[in-house]
């Protein structure tokens, strides 16, 4: 599992705001982090239906809600 305040640590990094209130976790990370596992969602989708993918292979991922 990769823990959500890993994520916008990282993103933060990206983006040179560490220590910044420019960016918020409700109004820019929230929804950002959101749009990124709907857009994996997908293409995950897509290759399990072009059978170009085994979902054996992502027996280590759990989805966990943050929010």
């Known amino acids: 599992m990769i ?3 890993a994520v916008v640590d990282l993103m933060k ?3 040179d705001s560490e220590g910044s209130e420019r960016y ?3 109004q820019d ?3 950002a982090i959101n ?5 994996l969602v997908f293409v ?3 290759a399990f239906e072009n059978n170009k ?4 292979h992502l027996n ?5 809600g943050f929010g």
């Open 29 to 31: 990370f929230k929804p």
């Open 44 to 46: 995950f989708n897509r």
């Open 3 to 5: 823990p959500v305040q």
């Open 53 to 56: 993918f085994s979902g054996e």
């Open 13 to 15: 990094a990206e983006i």
């Open 24 to 26: 918020l976790f409700d």
């Open 35 to 39: 749009s990124a596992i709907d857009w």
């Open 60 to 64: 280590d991922l759990i989805r966990t």
